[in-house]
């Protein structure tokens, strides 16, 4: 296990094992090394915590779960530009009549996506996560629940979560849903889930959208799959395009469980 | 990039386990399979800590490598990538061990 910490002069090292945690010479360096005595384990002045860091955020989406029995929910992520809303606007076409659906949009900024939505028969409630330190880059348990007081939960049978476009953050919390689905574009290239295999990891099913534009593209499905396999072997794939409805059929069958 | 949402938790959890009590260090762990930057981590700390009773607090990071058990095999392999294959057979049936943590382990009060 490395223990990587920074000096006060900006120097940083990693610390293989307990055992050289703190007897250590930096060679050639004379000056302070620093204060190590948050290694020393043993003082009467430490407190053992082993709190999950998202522990706070977990109890809020197990509250969320237990409000959604009975509503089938599926966190929706991509990177920006993937084809989530237009995806979600042929999906609330197809199922418009046959389920009630609602959709809870998060967004740094702006309710354009919302308001795509509109005009499908579903119940949409927008989260702009634009607070703070300029906008929060994923959807989190507690903005979730705000979401949620403003949509008629008793009335859906399936509820969507559109996260916001990132391929990084909103991997990392769960806001109470029952499954998770990426929406990946072919436009993306064959490398990503190499990069970002959080977010491959996470996901149960893998929508490869934009296939009408393979005839154009150097994309090669077949090293796209090996690399998605190589991170998470257990995904789902369905192959689609949002704008010519292919692959609708299969994944609002996936979307339904 | 979440990394200040990151700080903002650990940061509730230290008032949690504090109780007021001035807090010198604080030690975190975070596997490799976590996407942490641990420099983003720290200096996200030191902005959000900053003008609050935890400014100037140390952030101890501590990273954990992958090591993944082979379902079929029983090897164990540690991983550079998150490539999930086992190293001895190549099986991809493999069960995570270590990597996915992300705790506040404990806390160093400070001298009074």
Not at chain 1, 73 to 101: F, H, I
Not at chain 1, 131 to 159: T, Y
Not at chain 2, 100 to 111: D, T, W
Request: glycine share 10%; charged share 25%; hydrophobic share 40%.
């Amino acid at each position: 296990m490395g223990r990587f910490h920074r000096h006060p002069d900006g120097t940083e090292h990693d610390h293989l094992d307990e055992a050289d945690a703190h007897d250590h010479d930096h060679e050639g360096v004379e000056r302070d090394v620093g204060d190590h005595s948050g290694y020393t384990a043993t003082g009467a002045n430490r407190i053992a915590v082993l709190e999950d860091i998202l522990s706070e955020n977990d109890r809020m989406a197990e509250v969320n779960r237990k409000d959604l029995i009975g509503i089938r929910t599926v966190n929706v992520m991509s990177s920006p530009g993937a084809g989530k809303t237009t995806l979600l606007r042929r999906t609330l076409a197809e199922l418009s009549g046959q389920l009630r659906v609602g959709v809870l949009e998060g967004d740094i900024a702006t309710s354009i996506d919302a308001d795509r939505l509109d005009g499908f028969g579903a119940e949409i409630a927008l989260v702009n996560t634009g607070n703070g330190f300029g906008g929060e880059c994923h959807l989190d348990a507690v903005m979730v629940r705000s979401g949620l007081a403003r949509l008629p939960l008793e009335r859906l049978d399936l509820l969507v979560i559109e996260n916001v476009g990132n391929l990084v953050c909103p991997a990392e919390f769960d806001v109470g849903e029952d499954a998770r689905a990426m929406v990946y574009a072919v436009t993306e290239g064959e490398d990503k889930p190499l990069k970002y295999p959080v977010m491959f990891r996470a996901v149960d099913v893998v929508v490869v959208n934009k296939v009408d534009l393979l005839p154009y593209l150097d994309f090669d499905m077949g090293i796209f799959l090996a690399n998605l396999r190589g991170v998470n072997p257990a995904a789902q794939v369905i192959r689609a395009s949002a704008r010519t409805g292919e692959g609708l059929d299969a994944w609002c069958s996936w979307l339904l469980g | 990039m979440h990394e200040l949402s990151l700080c903002q938790a650990i940061a509730e959890s230290v008032a949690r386990h504090a109780q007021g009590r001035p807090v010198a260090r604080v030690a975190v762990r975070i596997g490799h399979l976590r996407q942490v930057v641990p420099d983003s981590l720290l200096f996200s700390w030191e902005v959000l800590t900053s003008g609050t009773d935890l400014a100037g607090t140390a952030l101890d990071v501590e990273q954990v490598p992958v090591t993944i058990e082979c379902n079929r095999c029983g090897a164990t392999s540690v991983l550079d990538d998150p490539i999930m294959l086992c190293g001895s057979c190549r099986d991809s049936d493999v069960t995570v061990l270590t990597g996915e943590e992300m705790l506040v382990v404990s806390l160093s009060l400070a001298e009074v």
